[in-house]
């Protein structure tokens, strides 16, 4: 992840808002966030933070509590970050849970937290979390592979909690490099074969149960009683099948005789209905025989009805085309009086037309000056270059003039203070050794405080543990207790199912008597205990027990990091000798006044050397001068030479051309003003022209038009007059009276075919209705009704008899086929439970293996990351060494923890001048910082050779270098310096004045009374 952008509004000092935009640093800048104390330098680091997860880079900096006390009201505290990933580029702003002032009335509302996130694309933004804060935090889990703990430890190192990151146990480091190295398929391998291993045990647990239910569901206690049941059985369910045949053989006939009994009684009622249906169709033949002649007459009046058709689309013909004849009339008249008039026109531009050749002649005299008017506008524009050319080659020179004046007197100015300042830089050596010293014993001062500081916390760490350990010790204590107790009651509860299942006389299986004056029972019990609670109970107890080592190994970690803390407090006491009853602030305040005094001397020699400098630079530019004072003045003469031969050029030209078109722009202006009336006299000729043509040809078009339509006419009369004659002598031959008879009997089509088929229906329908009754009562004629009644009281009987038999059979056969099912079901029980076992060989030995439960402990990811690890360290081992100057390497402890402490990932140090190892937390805050400092860079440099998707981009430090000596400095400065080659951002918190000095690049924190500010420094 790299940061590119953020902006910070009303959080922590900053009031209003502030920019940092880390792109204008480079590439893969090295830089330095500096300020003075308590300015807001890690502020930023918690605002990266803060925008990424919700919360601040310290636990105990809660981000609702980061609003600037000096912001506005109403400026809402947010924070803003586009960052990188890869290639792939996003936003996301997220503001706290805060208070703001009420839009409207008076008072404040809570303002809840929120957040949204962008991915950035060329083609448009896309959305992917439009409000919730958890969302959002969720999503850069994902798309970043780092929760807020693990951002902490792997990409910040906080101010004074670099120290964390080495001394992360097993757990703390697994969880982190599982991340960064995508390991969990791992992960998933332990976790699938310690399921299927359990998976399995649970099955075969399932069917020992199995078993027991399938025995208990036919209330037998072994299989051997099954199969003496079933031999017993098998004579009885075969009389017992017999006597179901013989019964359900009479009850089928029965069924029979009733069934054709109920079908003749049915046949008797259908031929009452087939005769009403009859009966209905007689009489409605009346009916039937009037639509027949309504039909009929319409047929008649269909075959004559196209000659009224003909007759009335030949009037309306005839009338329509009297219309047409009116209007061409109209038209040809409009048209003859358009002609007429276009006439005149074209009459009237042909004479306007006459002096258009005079004005052509006059449009080429004019246009063979135009090359006159182009050479004399080149004429003045080089005069009047020529003469701008002198203005400004003659301001050049006085301007020389004076600043060669000038340069004279400055180089006189600066020996005179050169030779002041040589004099006053003699004790300059003497005062700077002073101050070195001042800074080393402030240094070593501070150190001092800060390892009062870790005691008084490992003091109170220590009693928090003392307490934590005495309280898992009572807890566990308890909880064996608990074990015990329900361990009695599942005995005690064993003994009364036993004393349950004896019989008198019969020996008990625990003593052998057959007397039993006083066995124990359940009754008293309510709620027995089941082995399931004691597994339970012994699983919490197990658990307690590990957190009880833990609290205990815990306690002596503290335990051995007071003492390291105890022993470096008197070496560095012994290292300050006198000076170590002197405070840190005295210290500082001498080193203050000696370092101002210092300062001044320095800026005195810093000037002496930059005046020095400067007049080297004044003599080289003496000599330049004069050079260009002369160059000057000859450029000058030729200057002035120009211009008065561009004079002399214009006039020459002027004289070829007359005074009236001399200006700019007349002539071109008069030959566009005759070249435009020659087009307009030519254009409106030819529209005349136009014009007269399309009116004379519009006028002979409508002429013949009207001579069709005269014919057309004559024709329509005559065909008018044959259709009312027709229609006249067909009305007389037909059967109608008049032609309101024709009328009133003709129908539509769909009026006829509905008629047509009403007759069609009822005509068949009467001769199948005739049929039907014809042929029932010829099926009927030696039938009889039968009594159905007698019939359906035998059917009764036999059916109850059948019941009873067939309830009979069910019991002996479910009983037979329960046996038989259970026989089988215990057989496929026993070869599954065979399986089951063959399997757990395999997965359970596996399981095993991958879970740490066999040899060192050590799981199969836990194996695998402890290899990665043994790469990082010799990544982190090789800065080390460069920046201890060869003391110390990082290793992995190999040793198995005790207990059941998880173990395979703890560091340990190796320190060649002893040529023992140790723990990392004996190591001083200096080398703690150097070793952390370490191990994060070859973290990064690992998990990016391995690609394991997650890129260590960027790493922020704060703080921790005022610890290191300058040697020790240099050396880290200049391992940052190569990572940050290889491509990293590298950011560094901090107010070590030789950082400030020697890092070119900064974001400066000023702080102020209103606020603190940032800017950025290139």
């Known amino acids: 992840m790299r940061p590119n952008k953020l902006t910070i509004q009303a959080f922590g000092p900053f009031a209003n808002k502030e920019e940092v935009d880390f792109t204008a640093l480079g590439s893969n800048p090295l830089f330095l966030i500096n300020g003075p104390t308590g300015a807001g330098k890690s502020s930023i680091l918690d605002a990266i933070c803060f925008a990424l997860y919700g919360q601040t880079t310290g636990k105990e900096r809660e981000a609702s509590h980061m609003r600037c006390d000096h912001a506005a009201p109403d400026l809402l505290t947010e924070i803003i970050l586009e960052f990188s990933l890869g290639e792939q580029h996003y936003r996301i702003r997220r503001a706290p849970t805060q208070e703001r002032p009420k839009a409207r009335g008076e008072g404040t509302t809570t ?62 480091r697994e969880a982190i490099f599982s991340k960064l190295f995508q390991t969990q398929i791992y992960k998933r391998i332990e976790d699938t074969l310690k399921t299927k291993a359990a998976s399995i045990r649970k099955e075969v647990d399932g069917l020992q149960n199995q078993i027991k239910g399938i025995l208990q569901s036919a209330d037998l206690n072994t299989e051997q009683e099954v199969e ?24 089928a006939t029965a069924e029979k005789n009733l069934e054709a009994g109920n079908i003749l009684v049915k046949a008797f009622k259908v031929l009452d209905e087939t005769q ?24 008649a009046a269909q075959k004559i ?78 005069e009047q270059t020529a003469l701008a050319s002198v203005k400004k080659v003659n301001t050049t020179f006085e301007q020389q003039q004076v600043d060669h004046r000038k340069l004279i007197t400055q180089i006189s100015t600066s020996e005179e203070r050169i030779s002041l300042l040589r004099s006053s830089a003699a004790t300059l050596p003497d005062k700077q050794r002073a101050l070195d010293n001042l800074r080393l014993l402030g240094q070593q001062r501070a150190q001092l405080d800060k390892r009062f500081e870790e005691r ?109 803390i105890n022993t470096l407090l008197i ?10 009853h002197k405070s840190t602030q005295q210290l500082r305040d001498d080193w203050r006044v000696l370092n101002d005094e210092v300062n001044a001397l320095l800026a005195r020699q810093k000037e002496q050397h930059d005046l020095e400098n400067q007049l080297k630079t004044l003599a080289q530019q003496r000599v330049q001068a004069e050079q260009q004072l002369e160059n000057s ?40 003003q005759l070249d435009n009336q020659i087009k307009s006299i030519t254009s409106a000729y030819e529209q005349a022209l136009a014009n007269y043509d399309l009116c004379r040809q519009t006028v002979t078009q409508t002429e013949t038009v009207q001579e069709q339509q005269r014919k057309q006419q004559t024709t329509t009369d005559q065909t008018h007059s044959e259709a009312e004659q027709n229609w006249a002598h067909a009305l007389a031959s037909s059967a109608f009276k008049d032609e309101n008879a024709f009328l009133q009997a003709l129908l539509t089509e769909p009026e006829q075919a509905r008629l047509a088929n009403e007759i069609e229906q009822y005509t068949q329908q009467y001769s199948g209705c005739k049929a039907t009754l014809d ?91 402890s290899v990665l690890l043994d790469d990082v360290l010799i990544e982190a081992s090789h800065r080390l060494n460069h920046m201890s100057k060869g003391r110390y390497l990082l290793i992995r402890k190999e040793e198995r923890a005790k207990g059941n402490k998880a173990s395979g990932l703890e560091l340990e140090v190796e320190d060649a001048y002893t040529g023992k190892t140790r723990s990392v937390a004996t190591l001083s805050g200096g080398e703690s910082f150097m070793a952390a400092l370490s191990l994060a860079l070859g973290l990064s440099d690992v998990v990016q050779a391995y690609a394991g998707g997650i890129k260590l981009e960027t790493l922020f430090i704060d703080e921790g270098f005022g610890s290191l000596d300058q040697e020790s400095l240099d050396l880290a400065i200049k391992t940052l310096i190569d990572l940050q080659s290889s491509g990293r951002m590298i950011g560094i918190i901090s107010h070590v004045s030789e950082l400030r000095d020697q890092m070119a690049l900064r974001i400066d924190v000023h702080s102020t009374a209103q606020g603190s500010s940032i800017t950025v420094s290139v």
């Open 633 to 672: 003045r000859l450029s000058l003469q030729k200057a002035q030479q120009d211009h008065t031969i561009a004079t002399q050029n214009r006039l020459h030209i002027e004289q070829a051309l007359p005074e009236q078109y001399r200006a700019t722009g007349v002539l071109a202006q008069q030959i566009e």
């Open 571 to 580: 070496e560095q006491q012994q290292a300050l000798g006198d000076n170590q």
């Open 775 to 865: 042929q029932q009562k010829l099926q009927l004629s030696e039938q009889t009704p039968p009594d159905t009644t007698a019939l359906q009281a035998a059917q009764e009987k036999l059916k109850t008899e059948s019941e009873q038999i067939l309830e009979q059979w069910k019991k002996l056969d479910n009983r037979h086929q329960q046996l038989a099912s259970i026989l089988e079901k215990l057989a496929q029980a026993h070869e599954s439970n065979r399986a089951l076992e063959d399997e757990y060989k395999i997965y359970g030995t596996l399981s095993d293996v991958a879970n740490g439960q066999t040899g060192n402990k050590i799981s199969l990811q836990r194996f695998v990351l």
């Open 111 to 172: 303002h809840q937290t929120d957040a949204q996130l962008w991915h950035l694309k060329p083609e448009g933004d896309d959305l992917l979390v439009p409000q919730k804060a958890q969302e959002a935090t969720q999503t850069i889990e994902t798309i970043t592979g780092l929760n807020v703990e693990q951002f902490r430890q792997v990409m910040v190192l906080p101010q004074g909690k670099f120290r964390d990151f080495l001394m992360a146990d097993s757990n703390q």
């Open 228 to 251: 003496e049941q079933l031999t017993a059985l098998k004579p009885e369910l075969e009389t017992a099948t017999q006597q179901k045949k013989q019964t359900f053989d009479s009850l």
């Open 456 to 564: 008084d916390a490992l003091n109170q760490e220590y009693s928090k543990r003392e307490a934590q350990l005495n309280t898992c010790k009572s807890r566990f204590e308890t909880q064996v207790t608990e074990v015990k107790t329900l361990e009695l009651a599942w005995h005690s509860g064993q003994a009364a199912i036993l004393a349950a299942e004896l019989k008198q006389g019969d020996p008990c299986p625990v003593c052998g008597s057959q007397e039993h004056p006083a066995p124990a029972n359940t009754q008293s019990d309510v709620n027995p205990v089941t082995k399931q609670d004691i597994d339970t109970a012994r699983t919490l107890q197990t658990t307690y027990q590990q957190q009880l080592n833990d609290a205990q190994n815990q306690l002596t970690q503290t335990s051995t990091q007071l003492q390291s």
């Open 305 to 382: 009805d196209h000659l009224r058709t003909a007759l009335t689309k030949s009037g309306q013909l005839k009338e329509q085309l009297r219309q047409e004849i009116a209007t061409t009339e109209h038209s040809l008249s409009q048209y003859q009086s358009n002609l007429a008039e276009a006439k005149a026109a074209l009459d009237q531009a042909e004479k306007n037309r006459q002096p258009v050749d005079q004005l052509k002649q006059q449009l080429a005299d004019l246009r063979k000056l135009e090359p006159k008017i182009d050479q004399l506008s080149d004429a003045i524009k080089q």
């Open 276 to 299: 009403k249906a009859f009966n209905d169709l007689e009489a409605k033949q009346t009916y039937i025989n009037t639509q027949k002649q309504t039909l009929n007459r319409a047929q």
